[in-house]
């Protein structure tokens, strides 16, 4: 059984920086991809990034291009969100997911990730 524990969450102001990290366990070889999505206020869940076990493909959501880095241990296991430039557009609840299919295959799509964690808060103030 795969499970995965989020953390880091917290709140920041504008322009600050913030690091998420991921604890995976139970992973199985049928585990590719993993990734990161969130949840604002009033909206539906949105892809933010998405990375392959073997840390070879990356995308990343418009929204946070440049400002976001994904990264991938497999040794620990742990996956990480470095957030940097924040605004508070990006103040949402943040959940870590893995997926069966390849990163190739549409990375975007939630109903393509079969575990999700419980979500981490991520507040950014004005």
């Known amino acids: 059984q795969v499970q995965l524990v989020e953390s880091g969450g917290g709140l920041v102001q504008a322009g600050d920086s913030l690091r998420l990290s991921c604890a995976a366990s139970?992973?199985?070889?049928?585990?590719?991809?993993l990734g990161w999505f969130r949840r604002a206020p009033g909206k539906e869940r949105e892809f933010v990034a998405a990375?392959?076990?073997?840390?070879?493909?990356?995308y990343y959501a418009d929204s946070v291009k440049g400002r976001f880095a994904i990264s991938n241990d497999n040794a620990k296991p742990t996956m990480s969100l470095q957030m940097n430039s924040l605004k508070p557009e990006d103040t949402a609840v943040y959940y870590c997911?893995?997926?069966?299919?390849?990163?190739?295959?549409?990375?975007?799509?939630?109903?393509?990730?079969?575990?999700w964690g419980q979500g981490t808060q991520v507040t950014v103030s004005s």
């Open positions: 139970g992973f199985t070889g049928g585990v590719t991809t």
């Open positions: 990375i392959s076990r073997r840390g070879g493909s990356i």
């Open positions: 997911a893995a997926s069966k299919y390849s990163l190739t295959i549409s990375p975007t799509g939630t109903d393509r990730y079969h575990y």
